[in-house]
């Protein structure tokens, strides 16, 4: 199947790696690149969802790998062996170090998958603190890596319609995450696996040190605008009453 977006072959050639990538965002990502012309290199913890991910990418060239990326023996063992096979990564999406490989072919680019709202979640305390220090590692990786023509972004992405949300909460969880969305909707894992290839193609080559918010204005608002009950005869905004001049 071709992308939506993109014309044939917009990455052949290309070498990426996508972690995470045994459902979600993750796996709409490996499959948008296949589609492009990339060799997509995926891994995760468990091998079923990853051969999953490599079957429906049909004629695909997608590899599985399974790797915990919190074991640092195995993030290195998953580089060499993208290394050995094919000689270069060209993008690294998600998580782990790549400047081993990136330094000596002359560039690269990383795109790291962070989380939005930015102002906090209820709940999850630890993520959005983990995801905030991985945003400001891109900011400065970016910098300092600059020099070898590696190029770091980081996606802050919002609510997604992926299955873990659809299938495994109860429908009245997804349908409340779209109602604290300006746009009124979950996003589509398709979207943002849009966004990864613009940042792999040469439209990405001069994204560094970008965080970019992919959320229907979520990190800007909590819920539909106007609020419900407060809109005026046409959806018109509240505002507020002005004097007239004498």
């Not at 050995?84 to 170090?97: K, P, S």
């Not at 300092?144 to 992405?157: D, F, K, P």
């Amino acid at each position: 199947m071709a992308s939506e977006i993109f014309r044939p072959g917009l990455l052949d050639g290309q070498v990426v790696v996508v972690s995470g990538a045994g459902a979600g965002l993750g796996r709409a990502t490996a499959l948008e690149l296949a589609r492009l012309g990339a060799t997509v290199v995926i891994c995760g913890r468990r091998v079923g969802p990853l051969e999953e991910t490599v079957s429906l990418a049909g004629g695909g060239a997608v590899e599985a790998v399974v790797c915990d990326i919190r074991e640092e023996g195995q993030v290195a063992a998953l580089m060499d062996g993208v290394l050995e096979r094919h000689g270069r990564i060209d993008t690294l999406v998600n998580h782990a170090a790549a400047t081993k490989a990136m330094i000596p072919q002359g560039g690269g680019k990383i795109v790291n998958v962070t989380l939005s709202p930015h102002h906090g979640l209820p709940g999850m305390t630890h993520s959005s603190a983990a995801r905030a220090a991985v945003e400001n590692m891109t900011r400065t990786l970016s910098i300092e890596w600059a020099r070898y023509n590696i190029r770091l972004t980081a996606i802050a992405a919002g609510h997604f319609a992926t299955e873990t949300l659809m299938t495994k909460y109860p429908k009245v969880v997804s349908e409340g995450a779209a109602r604290t969305v300006p746009l009124q909707r979950l996003g589509e894992p398709d979207e943002h696996a849009w966004l990864v290839a613009y940042l792999a193609s040469k439209a990405g080559d001069y994204f560094s040190g970008a965080i970019l918010t992919l959320d229907g204005a979520r990190d800007n608002w909590f819920g539909p605008w106007p609020p419900p009950g407060l809109a005026e005869e046409g959806g018109k905004p509240p505002t507020e009453e002005r004097r007239r001049a004498e």
